[in-house]
Nanobody, 117 residues
Framework: QVQLVESGGGLVQPGGSLRLSCTTS????????MGWYRQAPGKQREPVAF???????NYADSVKGRFTISRDNAKNTVYLQMNSLKPEDTAVYYC???????????WGQGTQVTVSS
């Protein structure tokens, strides 16, 4: 069974930075995509950023220019570098893995990010 373990969340002041990590239990080299979602209290889970097999990345408009997704294939790890954080970025962030375009989704347990002064 695929397992995803996230780390790196926490409390940060507006304008600050955090880096989230997600390590999977399998090789990520040939996966269709990996990405990050987030869910704020009272809101639906929403996509934040994806990185596809060929290295193409995709971002939600709300985080473009501030967040960067990357991966380390040797470590089976995906990162989300979050800069210029805003209070509205506060949410639980979930790592997501999809092995094929119409394959199953696997999720991490989530990590809390709180942006507050």
């Amino acid at each position: 069974q695929v397992q995803l373990v996230e780390s790196g969340g926490g409390l940060v002041q507006p304008g600050g930075s955090l880096r989230l990590s997600c390590t999977t239990s399998e090789s990520i080299v040939n996966l269709y995509r990996m990405g990050w979602y987030r869910q704020a209290p009272g809101k639906q889970r929403e996509p934040v950023a994806f990185i596809f097999r060929g290295g193409i990345t995709n971002y939600a408009d709300s985080v473009k220019g501030r967040f960067t997704i990357s991966r380390d294939n040797a470590k089976n790890t995906v990162y989300l570098q979050m800069n210029s954080l805003k209070p509205e970025d506060t949410a639980v962030y979930y790592c997501n893995e999809r092995s094929a375009a119409r394959g199953n989704d696997y999720w991490g347990q989530g990590t809390q990010v709180t942006v507050s002064s």
